[in-house]
T-cell receptor
Framework: DGGITQSPKYLFRKEGQNVTLSCEQN?????MYWYRQDPGQGLRLIYY???????QKGDIAEGYSVSREKKESFPLTVTSAQKNPTAFYLC??????????FGEGSRLTVL | QQQVKQSPQSLIVQKGGISIINCAYE??????FPWYQQFPGKGPALLIA?????SEKKEGRFTISFNKSAKQFSLHIMDSQPGDSATYFC????????????FGKGTKLSVIP
């Protein structure tokens, strides 16, 4: 089955710790994205990548980092510099037609 | 800067009724307007989409109406069912070669029996 796999589904972090969220796709899509979802805020773009070894900041990139070493993988690191990291994180991919395919999300809670 | 404004924030509709969600945009370079449906704890999934060269697109009970001059588009759900209860997001993509979608803030729809 083709799709987007995000892991872990739930993650707890202590303040001051970095955490990495995994995103893997087997759709052969060039573009991958990370969105943050908060209640009433919609989907806000953190980072996106259109090709391997290249990525761009979205609207709320501060406190986050990404890498794109393989076409299939686009991990997101939430660093200790992110002041309010508790949120639902969504990874997506696209072939460029406009349609985004989303994973099932990772819920991060800071204790 | 919110480029896609979505309303209402929440909507309660009786079973069998019509649900209507509206979006407005400012960027005339937008050329693709999708609607996404999201159930609790899941990622959004594409529901229906339209390009600005048509004024309406229908898929089953779901219809997008598009008004290019007013820079508005809306989602109509006919014969709304409890299973339609979800959060709906409108979005827009600008120009050829752009890979980015700009999302509205979402509408939480509750369909009551």
């Amino acid at each position: 089955d083709g799709g987007i796999t995000q892991s872990p589904k739930y993650l707890f972090r202590k303040e001051g710790q970095n955490v990495t969220l995994s995103c893997e796709q087997n759709l052969n899509h060039d573009a991958m994205y990370w969105y943050r979802q908060d209640p009433g805020q919609g989907l806000r773009l953190i980072y996106y990548s259109q090709i391997v070894n290249d990525f761009q900041k979205g609207d709320i990139a501060e406190g986050y980092s990404v890498s794109r070493e393989k076409k299939e993988s686009f991990p997101l690191t939430v660093t200790s510099a992110q002041k309010n990291p508790t949120a639902f994180y969504l990874c997506a991919s696209s072939s460029g037609t406009g349609e985004l395919f989303f994973g099932e999300g990772s819920r991060l809670t800071v204790l | 800067q919110q480029q896609v404004k979505q309303s209402p924030q929440s909507l309660i509709v009786q079973k069998g009724g019509i649900s209507i969600i509206n979006c407005a945009y400012e960027n005339t370079a937008f050329d693709y307007f999708p609607w996404y449906q999201q159930f609790p704890g899941k990622g959004p999934a594409l529901l229906i989409a339209i390009r600005p060269d048509v004024s309406e697109k229908k898929e089953g009970r779901f219809t997008i109406s598009f008004n290019k001059s007013a820079k508005q588009f809306s989602l109509h759900i006919m014969d709304s069912q409890p299973g339609d209860s979800a959060t709906y997001f409108c979005a827009a993509k600008s120009g050829a070669g752009s890979y980015q979608l700009t999302f509205g803030k979402g509408t939480k729809l509750s369909v009551i029996p």
